[in-house]
């Protein structure tokens, strides 16, 4: 981690005593960090930010007494200066995403190596988000799939008619003879489904159909 003449408290809240040693073993010899604290609980940790000048928390999820997703609540409501870096082994994205927007800064995994757990401190501390790499892959991957389903949301009954007729290769004449309509509203259909959802041509239709199981 780079050194710029600043120093942080550190918190770290584990209710595993091993991994509290593991963490303070490699931040120890980091001239950034001042302080180490360590709480065996949610609740400790909400105690020991309240009354110390505490600059960042690594933070558990399963803890007794209050889990980490409460613990950071809190916290962030009470002081939301200070940073959190959820620190699990949990690398579920709707639990990533729980966390986030409880207002943890960061969120990386237990079996992370010593330069990404320092990278992430030094994120936050720049006011930074930062999210380990393989979670990363993960979440971009929900997240898009989450918003092509509320686009599809947006499709009308018809529209989702039409674009099953088109991926299975038939003109707009023959989807107008199939659905009783005339060619020019079929068109205006599918002028209307390219636009909603941001598509080029009917090749890209074809494709963004099959990849979001639209066909049947």
Do not use: W
Not at 40 to 49: C, M, P, S
Not at 122 to 151: A, D, F, P, R, W
């Amino acid at each position: 981690m780079k050194y710029a003449g600043l120093t942080y408290n550190i918190l770290i809240a584990d209710d595993h005593q091993l991994i509290i040693d593991g963490l303070c073993g490699i931040l120890k010899g980091e001239k950034s960090i001042a302080t180490i604290y360590s709480a065996k609980n949610g609740q400790e940790a909400i105690d020991l930010v309240y009354n110390n000048s505490i600059d960042c928390v690594l933070m558990d999820i399963n803890m007794p007494l209050v889990n980490g997703l409460e613990a950071t609540k809190i916290i962030k409501q009470k002081n939301p200066g200070v940073k959190i870096i959820v620190v699990s082994m949990m690398s579920d994205v709707s639990v990533v995403i729980k966390l986030l927007k409880a207002g943890a800064d960061a969120f990386i995994l237990k079996d992370t190596g010593k330069e990404e757990l320092l990278r992430a401190i030094e994120k936050v501390m720049n006011n930074e988000k930062y999210v380990s790499n393989e979670l990363n892959i993960n979440l971009y991957y929900h997240i898009g799939l989450k918003k092509n389903q509320s686009t599809n949301n947006h499709l009308t009954p018809r529209e989702m008619e039409i674009i099953q007729h088109i991926a299975n290769g038939m003109t707009n004449q023959e989807i107008a003879a199939s659905l009783f309509l005339s060619t020019s509203t079929v068109d205006t259909h599918r002028k209307n489904i390219l636009a909603k959802l941001d598509l080029k041509n009917t090749a890209a239709l074809v494709k963004y159909a099959g990849e979001n199981n639209l066909l049947k």
